[in-house]
Nanobody, 127 residues
């Protein structure tokens, strides 16, 4: 099983930008779809963004379309989430996840489709 570790979270003002990273260890993530989810205080964990193993397909939650960009560097075994035009409602713990299946171009957005999770990084957007 792959181990995932998020980093790059922090405090940013509304309208600002932040990039969070997810570094994988234990095995290569090059054959896995990768996603970001987030969980705000008192709320359920929700889907944010997804990218297929070969970068052919990306998918975003409506709430972040046009503001967030998911990318991956398979040589570095790392996935990124670039967040622009941040809003206070983006405040949450951000988690990365790897799909349970390999070499699939099926778009995944449900937590049940992911077999490995990181511990999360806190992103706080002040108004």
């Amino acid at each position: 099983q792959v181990q995932l570790a998020e980093s790059g979270g922090g405090l940013v003002q509304a309208g600002g930008s932040l990039r969070v990273s997810c570094a994988a260890s234990g095995r290569s993530i090059s054959s896995y779809g990768m996603a970001w989810f987030r969980q705000a205080p008192g709320k359920e964990r929700v889907f944010v963004a997804f990218i297929t193993w070969n970068r052919l397909i990306t998918n975003y939650a409506d709430s972040v379309k046009g503001r967030f960009t998911i990318s991956r560097d398979n040589a570095k075994n790392t996935v990124y989430l670039q967040m622009n035009s941040l809003k206070p409602e983006d405040t949450a713990v951000y988690y990365c996840a790897a799909t349970a299946s390999q070499y699939s171009n099926a778009v995944q957005s449900k937590a049940s489709g992911f077999g490995s999770w990181g511990r999360g990084t806190q992103v706080t957007v002040s108004s």
